[in-house]
């Protein structure tokens, strides 16, 4: 499928780099128009200087029109992204609302959508085929709806067909998914928390269709009245014995930007924050590390195996310690790789050393949750960098700058209690300091079920709270009432302007709610 918001970020520091090469012209075109006036104004005159001078005049005349019309060309591109981004949508949505009821009638039309589906759906119906079950992993929010449509898809072709979801995704709204009764029409089952040892098992069991003794699974269950998902008794929890080497084998590694995933952990070493409920959903609240040594080594194997030096760390998040210590081990064993991963903010990344050391180590890409910059936001939140100052973040922006260090930001909009003037203050920072960071990955408060927000709504002004989860990609979980700050459609209208303003001032926003 075409990435919009990739090729925007591929289009525009070429544009950049040809608008400089055209000014960089235009300024040698001036400097030799001068001197040519002179040489030809000179007393001194003579037929090769002449023919010289007007050699260079003529080459570099063509250079530069040759350079100024490809940037010219960029330019137009660059500014016809955002309407390419917008057509796009409407392409695949062709204006309808992404409920429950737009996706199962959407599978059944003759889509765009839906021819790319038919890829998968006629490599699953070959004579000699012997698939019997298909793992869609939804990583990300803004995957979540193509996940279900492709499916619907496949169920519709294949009745067969084992389909199970799984990512952190799904086990974070898996209680907002079984609610919805019309899932089980074309979705056998949902994969939460650590998914190693249900995948064997899935693959092990999936003729027999038995799923109850799968750990960490909702499967399909009936009760002689309704057909709904239940939960398996059984529990697995991956632990550092049984890190291994993962295999690629017969991947295509060019889907994947030649980036290996790697593990270092699991679960998140802070765990803390009033919207998160991953150590619920996980079924442990420890977190569990692996070490340095035995990281590099996998890297190591990895790197040689499939000749490929690009790795990025799918953590929750990774903690400053461990990154010190994977830098060293890397430097230490002279293992030459680039890696990029997710972690929290904090007053180590105002250290030279330090983040010169993560530089060196081949650290390209951080992905930091900054949430807001309002005090009062972050303290309610329980961010762990709720008590740095902005002008601290500023620095440890200026920072990871300084040494190379590629940074998305995540930020979130309409946290409980949060007015109009807090979440502008957020909003103004990002434009006012648009050149500190790279990308941005703007998110709408969701309450979910089982989060500090949603045990204790009291401590965050919530007077009411809905029975049901509303199965809404915008904002997937539970409608809310609060009691001051912005209400759900305030906060929802200021996230649609800010975005609008944000792209307005050129800022590269990596969607990961659909508009």
Not at 216 to 221: A, G, I, L, Q, R
Not at 279 to 295: E, L, M, Q, T
Not at 374 to 386: D, E, G, Q, V
């Amino acid at each position: 499928m075409f990435d919009a918001n990739m090729e925007y970020i591929r289009l525009m520091p070429l544009g950049w780099f040809l608008c400089s090469c055209r000014k960089i012209f235009l300024i040698l075109s001036n400097s030799l128009l001068r001197a040519s006036s002179h040489f030809l104004s000179s007393k001194e005159k003579g037929p090769g200087r002449i023919c010289l001078t007007k050699k260079i005049i003529s080459c570099l005349s063509i250079v530069e029109t040759v350079i100024v019309n490809i940037a010219k060309g960029i330019k137009r591109a660059e500014a016809n992204i955002t309407d390419w981004l917008g057509l796009l949508k409407k392409r695949e949505t062709r204006g309808i609302e992404w409920d429950m009821e737009s996706i199962v009638s959407y599978s059944r039309k003759d889509t765009h959508l839906y021819r790319r589906c038919s890829v998968l759906v006629k490599r699953l119906n070959r004579r000699n085929s012997n698939y019997n079950l298909v793992g869609i992993s939804v990583t990300h929010l803004s995957q979540l709806l193509f996940a279900l449509i492709l499916a619907r898809v496949v169920k519709c072709a294949n009745k067969e067909v084992l389909i199970v979801l799984g990512g952190a995704q799904i086990t974070k709204y898996i209680n907002e998914l079984i609610a919805e009764k019309r899932l089980v029409d074309f979705i056998d089952g949902f994969v939460v928390g650590d998914g190693e040892e249900p995948l064997y098992q899935l693959i092990n069991n999936s003729s027999s269709k038995n799923f109850s003794s799968v750990p960490n699974f909702f499967y399909k269950y009936s009760n002689n009245s309704s057909l709904f998902y239940k939960r398996s008794d059984n529990v697995f929890l991956f632990s550092s014995n049984e890190y291994t080497v993962p295999d690629f084998t017969n991947f295509s590694f060019g889907h994947y930007e030649f980036r290996l995933p790697i593990a270092a952990s699991s679960g998140c070493w802070w765990g803390k924050c009033a919207f998160c409920l991953r150590p619920v959903r996980y079924g442990k609240d420890k977190h569990i590390i692996f070490s340095a040594d035995k990281v590099v080594n996998v890297i190591k194997q990895l790197n040689h195996k499939y000749n490929i030096g690009n790795f990025v760390f799918v953590d929750d998040a990774i903690s400053s310690q461990f990154m010190l210590n994977i830098s060293e081990c890397l430097i230490d064993k002279n293992i030459s790789v680039k890696w990029s991963g997710v972690c929290i903010l904090s007053r180590d990344f105002l250290d030279d050393d330090f983040c010169k050391l993560l530089s060196k180590s081949g650290c390209r890409h951080l992905s930091i949750g900054l949430e807001s910059v309002s005090p009062r936001i972050l303290t309610a939140m329980n961010k762990y960098h709720r008590g740095m100052a902005v002008n601290e973040i500023i620095k440890v922006l200026i920072m990871l700058k300084k040494h190379n260090i590629f940074v998305s930001l995540h930020v979130m909009f309409g946290f409980p209690t949060e007015s109009i003037n807090e979440a502008e203050m957020t909003l103004e920072f990002l434009i006012k300091h648009r050149g500190l960071y790279d990308s941005l990955i703007p998110h709408l408060f969701s309450l979910t079920k089982d989060t500090p927000v949603y045990k204790y709504p009291h401590n965050f002004s919530i007077t009411n709270i809905s029975d049901k989860p509303v199965f809404n990609l915008r904002r997937l979980g539970f409608d809310y009432e609060a009691a001051c700050g912005m209400n759900m459609h305030e906060s929802e209208s200021f996230f649609v302007d800010a975005i609008k303003r944000l792209r307005i001032n050129k800022i590269t926003i990596i969607e990961y709610v659909f508009q």
